[in-house]
């Protein structure tokens, strides 16, 4: 329905809202948690590429340390109050997300792999291919999203730790519709996710430790860390235990209430157009003659020369990472022949 934009510098707030949610010129209020009060009137922003033509109102209050909610914006007519949730996040001086209530259960997808999976190359695809498709990272705060359905990648490990991503970061309440489980051969996973913490994360790690060394969770960044380590994931983990966590939550054991789409990254790579022609017609959304970014697939996030984004990669690895694979193969022997992997 709309999002908002925090101006650090100046304490201005501008709200967004849908060009039938209210009309031009007129006047609404914004009640703070404390109970201060601050009006501004609306105007009609003009289409600019796919984001459609929009109604803003400005509002320019004192400058705020913390902007949680629940904020309340509201018109003449108090029916028409907005229950306005935001998270202010002060170190980086940007709203984390606003939403006007529970997201539409029939919009949300998820895609759900374990971090090197290939998300991102999938992520791209549907975004670079549909004009209603919304698709970013669930981690990317203080996204503003116009799309009319709306689709998040997650490398959450369980159910629990979604749906605090969803709530906490996005303002979402609602369970999505759909999940996309994508898979990728442990092997390729491992070693990209090695080559990303030795370069990206500029970690220096022995690949003959790497599997069992205690730093999973330090993978993500803070404020999301903060969120995404509760109770139930308190201790430090192993790469190798949160892949094998991951798996149970998503592939032996899946929520029963969703619709659940499974996708081989190989396949993406290997017969791209059956596959992604597979998940656009799984997304109720029309497919297209050429499909735009099936160039581009390896993410951004790492530095190593190796030639990355190859389907069965792994069979090439040179001598730095024999030793991860000789652990991947004793370790994860069940799961890999479970994925249909020789």
């Known amino acids: 329905m709309g999002s908002v934009h925090y101006d650090h510098s100046t304490g201005t707030i501008r709200v967004f809202f849908r060009i039938d949610r209210f009309t031009e010129n007129e006047t609404l209020t914004l009640i703070s948690p404390d109970g ?12 600019r590429g796919k984001i459609p033509e929009r109604i803003v109102a400005v509002f320019k209050p004192t400058r ?19 229950p306005a949730l935001f998270i202010y996040i002060p170190e980086q ?17 998820t895609i759900l792999s374990f971090p090197r999976s290939g998300s991102n190359f999938l992520q791209n695809i549907i975004r670079n291919n549909s004009a209603q498709v919304g698709c970013v990272s669930i981690y990317q705060t203080g996204q503003k999203m116009y799309d009319p359905k709306l689709c998040l990648k997650s490398h959450a490990q369980d159910s629990a730790t979604l749906k605090t991503e969803l709530t906490e970061i996005w303002g979402i ?19 990209s996710l090695y080559d990303y913490v030795a370069g990206q994360r500029k970690t220096p790690v022995d690949p003959q430790s790497f599997l069992t060394t205690d730093f999973y969770w330090y993978l993500f960044r803070p404020p ?4 995404i380590r509760d109770r139930a994931h308190a201790q430090a983990q192993t790469v190798l235990q949160a892949y094998r966590d991951w798996y149970q939550s998503w592939v032996i054991d899946p929520p029963m209430t969703t619709e659940i789409l499974y996708l081989r990254y190989e396949d993406l790579v290997t017969n791209p157009t059956a596959t992604f022609t597979r998940v656009f017609g799984w997304l109720d959304e029309p497919t297209v003659a050429t499909w735009k970014g099936l160039e581009t697939l390896v993410s951004q996030n790492g530095e190593s020369h190796r030639k990355r984004g190859k389907a069965g990669g792994w069979r090439q690895a040179s001598p730095l990472y024999q030793p991860i694979l000789r ?3 004793a370790e994860l022997k069940t799961e890999i022949a479970e994925l249909g992997y020789t």
């Open 36 to 47: 201060s009060v601050h009006n501004a009137k609306t105007r009609r922003l003009s289409a």
């Open 64 to 82: 705020v340390q913390s902007l949680s909610g629940p904020w309340t914006i509201i018109t003449s007519n108090p029916a028409q109050a907005v």
């Open 93 to 109: 001086h940007r709203v984390r997300n606003w939403c006007e209530g529970p997201a539409n259960r029939g919009e949300l997808t």
């Open 173 to 191: 309440t609602a369970p999505p519709r759909r999940h996309i489980v994508l898979l990728r051969d442990p092997r390729d996973v491992f070693i």
């Open 224 to 227: 999301i860390l903060e969120l």
């Open 327 to 329: 652990q991947i193969e």
